[in-house]
Every structure is written in structure tokens, then in C-alpha cells.
Nanobody, 122 residues
């Protein structure tokens, strides 16, 4: 019904930058919040940043001042600009969207992208 496709991961040296992008498509009536989560080996998935209606943003303390989330409602995309990357940012990054499916009365459901690997070398 709804697909989230991510791009932009890769390998970068500490101090470098990467930009992640996520595009939502499918049976979407509207999208509430969109965001990025990450999961490092042996750790639980954690919120990195999200952006909700009205453009309100939330960031994990560990990325504040280094990462910036942005959203294009018309294109149904959400981007994550990651600067001053650290080895501890290494993880699989997942896009997430809270979607009202099909119609104004449709169900609200959360969807995940397939994940994109970000590796920061020291």
C-alpha cells in the first residue's frame, strides 16, 4: 500500500557529511509525522529525528547541532542532513512515516523503509 524508499547512505570519514533522502509513495491520503531512526549492531532502534505537522522537529540529544531534518510535503519526502559525523553514528538508518491511508477516514499506520547503511570511519 505504502512504500518508503531511502537513498544516500554510504561510507564517510569522521567529520564528514552525508545526506539521506526518503520518498513515500502509494495509497497515501496524508502523512502526519516523518522521521529517521537508526539501529547499530547489538543495540535497539532509536529515534534520530522527526518532523511533525507544522514543521515541529525533534532530535536525539546525540545529534543536536549536527543533523538537520527537512520535509517536502508536496513531494512526500524527508531528508536528513548529517554533518560532523562520528564513528558512533554508524548504523542502519530507517525512514519512518505515519500515514493516513487512502481516504480522510482511512486508518493511520506506520511504515518503514528498508534501511540504508551509514558507516563512519575514524
Amino acid at each position: 500500500q505504502v512504500q518508503l524508499v531511502e537513498s544516500g547512505g554510504g561510507l564517510v570519514q569522521a567529520g564528514g557529511s552525508l545526506r539521506l533522502s526518503c520518498a513515500a509513495s502509494g495509497s497515501i491520503f496524508s502523512i502526519n509525522d516523518m522521521g529517521w531512526y537508526r539501529q547499530a549492531p547489538g543495540k535497539q532502534r532509536e529515534l534520530v529525528a522527526n518532523i511533525i505537522g507544522g514543521g515541529i522537529t525533534n532530535y536525539a540529544d546525540s545529534v543536536k547541532g549536527r543533523f538537520t531534518i527537512s520535509r517536502d510535503n508536496a513531494k512526500r519526502t524527508v531528508d536528513l542532513q548529517m554533518n560532523s559525523l562520528k564513528p558512533e553514528d554508524t548504523a542502519v538508518y530507517y525512514c519512518n512515516a505515519h500515514v493516513r491511508v487512502r481516504t480522510v477516514d482511512g486508518p493511520l499506520q506506520r511504515y518503514w523503509g528498508q534501511g540504508t547503511q551509514v558507516t563512519v570511519s575514524s
